[in-house]
């Protein structure tokens, strides 16, 4: 097993490997320049750029993942030569997802720097400071802390609150704080612009975030209620209450979290601010803004070079990191694109409508099943999101852009949070260091009533004319 970590910390050094990581960054910076300098030869070469990288990440993938990228792709070039397609545009789709990936590649900027200026440190020692004069629910905050950190750090919250529960709290059961902090994630997922489902949900519909943003918010708080509500029907097998040493009185000294707090809030606000007054989606600000304010603060704060090398190291690891969802997101991205010079769409929309017997309600349920259906089986919600949403017509069902969009979103969070192939099911798995099948067994409940109530939520809206 120790040969095996050596192995696969060696190969993430290989200078190949770092070179592949500084390609990604290239790649995301020449799509954010022609999103605000529309060029057709900048287009053509992160399209190309984007085909490289998918084909690097083929030695690295595992055996499922690989299986499914060969078919989206496989999939694509057929469509493309059915429909006698020019390959200069059919290349075009390896660039597809672009965007997706730059908020991949680019939001971990801004945890990297709040680590660098040290306001996660700060955090912890809030936490610390607060724990050792007589704080005692472990659970409750690691929960608001995952639900708020992650509204910006997305992945890295759930390892970044784990570790402050560790090195804070007296005792507390792991399994079920692990899951705590899991279940606080979805909360994110429902509504936070800088989530990549949000992203993408608003680049099929062709969407601002304010058209869904206000359905999401209302849905995320009646998922943060069910969360709290069955909270007390987590039980695991085993596992035991862990017993810390009690830190000694004024031993830790509680810092101000004022300047982490005024970061966040120029972060969010500038966030939107552009937002309103650019033409460009979202996706493509929140990107932006990933990259800018993060460097400009560090200036101003005299931390630049320890910044710059902390992202240097992060920018040289990104492709060995993101391998995963680089073949995923290129892949399905090609995919889509692909579909969307057939007739599929028409087709798939009408099969879905005589399923669900032309009910908005069942149409809701049945993309919720779907994707999690496929998602237990290792096909990624983007796949799902990328295929049907580019296929469905509202206009079909008598619904808006903003219900399917919000749908999916919902589809998303609840696939997401049962497949042992996410990313949160896999991070909590690691980090409680049990199989994902124990997370899913405690989660299979909890998801059903989550389901049934989002569902029955959303298309209230539509029942009231709210959306």
Request: aromatic share 14%; with cysteine; glycine share 6%.
């Amino acid at each position: 097993m120790l040969h095996r970590k050596k192995e696969v910390d060696t190969t993430e050094k290989h200078p190949f490997i770092r070179f592949l990581g500084v390609i990604c960054y290239v790649t995301a910076i020449l799509y954010l320049t022609e999103a605000f300098f529309p060029n057709a030869t900048l287009m053509i070469i992160y399209s190309l750029l984007g085909g490289f990288l998918l084909l690097c990440t083929f030695p690295f993938l595992p055996k499922i993942s690989r299986i499914i990228v060969l078919m989206l792709v496989l999939f694509g070039i057929t469509c493309f030569y059915l429909e006698e397609i020019p390959i200069q545009e059919a290349v075009l789709g390896f660039g597809r997802n672009t965007n997706l990936l730059s908020l991949f590649l680019l939001i971990p900027l801004i945890g990297t720097f709040m680590t660098t200026a040290g306001y996660l440190e700060s955090l912890k020692r809030f936490v610390q400071s607060w724990e050792n004069k007589g704080g005692h629910h472990p659970y409750l905050i690691s929960f608001i802390l995952t639900a708020t950190t992650g509204i910006i750090l997305n992945f890295g919250s759930m390892a970044i609150v784990k570790k402050i529960a560790d090195q804070s709290f007296t005792s507390f059961r792991e399994q079920l704080l692990t899951l705590t902090i899991m279940r606080a994630f979805g909360f994110c997922m429902l509504w936070s612009p800088y989530f990549v489902n949000v992203g993408l949900v608003l680049v099929v519909f062709d969407l601002t975030w304010v058209d869904i943003g206000k359905y999401g918010m209302v849905l995320a708080g009646v998922y943060l209620i069910l969360s709290l509500l069955m909270y007390k029907y987590i039980a695991f097998p085993d596992d035991p209450i862990i017993h810390m040493d009690k830190k000694e009185e004024g031993k830790i000294q509680r810092t101000s979290l004022v300047p982490l707090l005024r970061f966040s809030i120029v972060l969010i606000v500038s966030s939107f601010s552009i937002d309103y007054m650019l033409e460009v989606n979202m996706l493509t600000v929140v990107s932006v803004v990933a990259i800018v304010l993060p460097f400009i603060w560090a200036l101003f704060s005299k931390i630049l070079k320890s910044f710059f090398q902390d992202v240097l190291i992060q920018v040289q690891s990104s492709f060995f990191s993101l391998k995963n969802e680089l073949a995923i997101f290129i892949s399905a991205g090609f995919f889509g694109m692909a579909i969307s010079q057939t007739n599929i769409g028409p087709i798939m929309s009408e099969f879905l409508f005589r399923t669900s017997l032309g009910s908005v309600y069942a149409l809701t349920i049945l993309l919720v099943l779907l994707t999690t259906g496929l998602a237990q089986i290792g096909i990624h919600p983007v796949i799902i999101v990328i295929g049907i949403g580019s296929a469905l017509s509202p206009d079909k069902f008598g619904v808006s852009p903003e219900y399917l969009a919000v749908a999916l979103l919902v589809a998303w969070t609840i696939s997401t949070t049962i497949s042992p192939f996410s990313g949160q099911i896999l991070m909590a798995s690691k980090l409680m260091n049990r199989q994902p099948s124990v997370i899913i067994r405690q989660n299979v409940f909890f998801i059903i009533i989550v389901a049934a109530v989002l569902t029955f939520t959303l298309y209230s809206f539509y029942l009231f004319g709210f959306i």
